[in-house]
Every structure is written in structure tokens, then in C-alpha cells.
């Protein structure tokens, strides 16, 4: 598989962020292009790829999450986390977890 995906974990409870919008921009571009938005379904993941396998390309990329608005805190950290990262290979899958609460955030490569 190739492409783009990514699934978000409340690291508080353990349990997937259903409904958290999550966009991905192509960051070569000025200004960055947006490629896709969408939200989380009830297992914390896209219904779908952010970048479909058909679609995957090298490039600079940049996700960005949405938690400011999901966690609603008035005293969180962050509105919203992007994540930038280059594919150098198209034909590798990248898929770019983000475990999160109101005032913590940490990403990594999975598989």
C-alpha cells in the first residue's frame, strides 16, 4: 500500500478522537495547497487515505490537526498541530500517528 494515512489517540484515555478534522496540504506550493480534509471516524481513523494510494507522490506534506477545536479547553495547549514531512519514495506508505490531549501532542512514523 501507498499513499498518505493517519489515526489519532487521545493519549489521556487511550480511546481514538472520533469527529477531530484533520487536513493535508502540499507545502511546496505557495501558498500551501490543501489536498485533503476530513475527520476521524469512531476508531480514530480517516474514512479513507488523506493522500489515496492512486495519488501518491514524492513531495513535501503537512498534516494538520485540529485539536483546539475538538478538545474545546480553555487552558490547552494547541488550536491546531501541523505536522510536516517529505516522501522521498512514493512507492513506501506513510502513515503518521498522532497521539494527543488538551496539553500534550507527539507524532512518529508507524506503518
Not at 513535501?60 to 485540529?66: D, I
Request: hydrophobic fraction near 40%.
Amino acid at each position: 500500500m501507498t499513499g498518505i494515512t493517519t489515526h489519532v489517540l487521545n493519549i489521556t484515555t487511550g480511546r481514538p478522537l472520533t469527529g477531530l478534522q484533520v487536513d493535508l496540504y502540499d507545502v511546496a506550493t505557495e501558498p500551501p495547497t490543501r489536498l485533503n480534509s476530513t475527520r476521524t471516524n469512531a476508531d480514530g481513523r480517516t474514512d479513507s487515505p488523506m493522500l489515496a494510494p492512486q495519488s501518491a507522490r514524492a513531495g513535501h506534506f503537512e498534516l494538520r490537526f485540529h485539536v483546539g477545536d475538538f478538545f474545546k479547553a480553555s487552558d490547552g495547549l494547541s488550536d491546531v498541530v501541523p505536522v510536516r514531512f517529505a516522501v522521498m519514495d512514493a512507492a513506501q506508505h506513510f502513515h503518521v500517528p498522532m497521539l494527543c490531549s488538551p496539553w500534550f501532542f507527539s507524532t512518529y512514523r508507524g506503518s
